[in-house]
């Protein structure tokens, strides 16, 4: 994966493909744009330009100065496509990176011509796994703890995975989530970002009204399974006045690793409406 300058810190990313801009993120804990596209890049590859960055703070793109927050993503992701030359794009997002597309297409409407968001962060006011999921985040050690046991132990890597996917974990993907967890900087972002949206009260960010501000057309997909709960997405896309909600049945939050064929097909039917709208 070729390496861009941005803001004075690296950023390692992909980019296949010919046609309209697709710009894939990846989600936040152990991910990067490999592990959660590669599944979806090679079906994508003959109908879009595909670019997939490892955001800052993860794979190989050290944090630097930017701020792992939902907005400090979001300019930074400004900024990267400012680098890469790209003006207007189709932005897709898993999870932290579902928040990210949204912002951005909160904030700057003209730079995004549609969007496709699988079990997006900032859409449900509740936070995960309620007041104990507070406290796994803020509980002094307990994050040391879990970090050394992903780098350790296959079987936490793999009941944490079953967490995330219902059609099976296989010993590959325990392999890159222990070869992430193993690398000097692994998790740092991600602490930093849950220790400032965790909050008692509930999430820092939820989108709420603001969704009725983003102008292009919008597919937010949920697993049936997902930790972001579906009714809540459905919820999220009602707001948007060009949004629409497809349920995956039968999987889990991590879509593009559990259900590669239905993410597949429903960007592939985006970018057709996308191209369409396009003015010739």
């Known amino acids: 994966m070729p390496v861009l300058t941005v803001r004075g810190s690296a950023v390692r990313y992909d980019r296949v493909g010919d046609g309209p801009t697709v710009v894939l993120l990846h989600g936040g804990g152990l991910d990067s744009a490999q592990v959660s596209w590669a599944p979806l890049t090679s079906r994508l590859v003959a109908h879009a330009n595909v670019i997939c960055p490892d955001l800052?703070?993860?794979?190989?793109?050290?944090?630097?100065?930017?701020?792992?927050?939902?907005?400090?993503?979001?300019?930074?992701?400004?900024?990267f496509l400012d680098a890469v030359g790209v003006r207007r794009c189709l932005l897709v997002g898993l999870s932290l990176g579902g928040?990210?597309?949204?912002?951005?297409?909160?904030?700057?409407?003209?730079?995004?011509?549609?969007?496709?968001?699988?079990?997006?962060?900032?859409?449900?006011?509740?936070?995960?796994?309620?007041?104990?999921?507070?406290?796994?985040?803020?509980?002094?050690?307990?994050?040391?703890?879990?970090?050394?046991?992903?780098?350790?132990?296959?079987?936490?890597?793999?009941?944490?995975?079953?967490?995330?996917?219902?059609?099976?974990?296989?010993?590959?993907?325990?392999?890159?989530?222990?070869?992430?967890?193993?690398?000097?900087?692994?998790?740092?972002?991600?602490?930093?970002?849950q220790c400032d949206e965790v909050r008692f009260a509930g999430p820092r960010t939820v989108f709420g009204d603001a969704l009725t501000r983003i102008e292009c057309p919008a597919l937010l997909l949920a697993g049936e399974h997902d930790i972001v709960p579906p009714a809540a997405v459905r919820a999220a896309a009602e707001r948007i006045p060009r949004g629409e909600f497809a349920l995956v049945p039968g999987a889990g939050h991590w879509l593009p690793r559990d259900a590669p064929e239905a993410v597949g097909a429903h960007l592939l039917e985006m970018i057709t409406r996308i191209e369409k709208l396009r003015p010739s």
């Open 56 to 79: 800052p703070g993860y794979g190989g793109s050290p944090l630097g100065t930017t701020s792992p927050t939902v907005a400090g993503y979001a300019d930074w992701l400004r900024a």
């Open 99 to 193: 928040a990210i597309a949204l912002q951005v297409a909160i904030d700057d409407p003209a730079r995004v011509a549609g969007l496709l968001v699988c079990g997006p962060y900032g859409v449900d006011p509740r936070i995960p796994g309620g007041k104990l999921g507070w406290f796994t985040v803020h509980a002094p050690g307990l994050d040391a703890l879990t970090w050394w046991t992903m780098r350790h132990s296959r079987r936490a890597v793999r009941a944490t995975l079953g967490t995330l996917l219902r059609h099976g974990v296989s010993d590959d993907l325990v392999d890159e989530i222990q070869t992430l967890a193993r690398t000097p900087e692994a998790g740092v972002a991600w602490r930093a970002f």
